[in-house]
Nanobody, 115 residues
Framework: VQLVESGGGLVQPGGSLRLSCAVS????????LAWYRQAPGNQRELVAA???????NYADSVKGRFTISRDSPKNTYYLQMNSLKPEDTAVYYC??????????WGQGTQVTVSS
């Protein structure tokens, strides 16, 4: 399974970005996909996740602002981020978990929220 993130960039506080995670390879082995983020000096943290069945969960810090979704025909997952705050600044990664339990990570995309 290969994952490629895109959509990061510089945005002002209160703005929006949509991150994409394009998935290829053995996509039928994917049980779920999650978005993580890592800010400098911090541990990588879970932001949002979606299961094969479409169930979602979010970190408390992003509930009501971020939405995880997928476009199955395009084999792409998204993270819509609204009302962005400076503390959302981080490198964002997508992670797929397959039936074997092995995680697959993308290369990350930088999100910077600053005026």
């Amino acid at each position: 399974v290969q994952l490629v993130e895109s959509g990061g960039g510089l945005v002002q506080p209160g703005g929006s970005l949509r991150l994409s995670c394009a998935v290829s390879g053995n996509i039928f082995s994917i049980n779920g996909l999650a978005w993580y983020r890592q800010a400098p000096g911090n541990q990588r943290e879970l932001v949002a996740a979606i299961t094969r069945g479409g169930f979602t969960n979010y970190a408390d810090s992003v509930k009501g602002r971020f939405t995880i979704s997928r476009d199955s025909p395009k084999n792409t997952y998204y993270l819509q981020m609204n009302s962005l705050k400076p503390e959302d600044t981080a490198v964002y990664y997508c992670k797929a978990v397959v039936t074997s339990g092995e995680p697959y990570w993308g290369q990350g995309t930088q999100v910077t929220v600053s005026s």
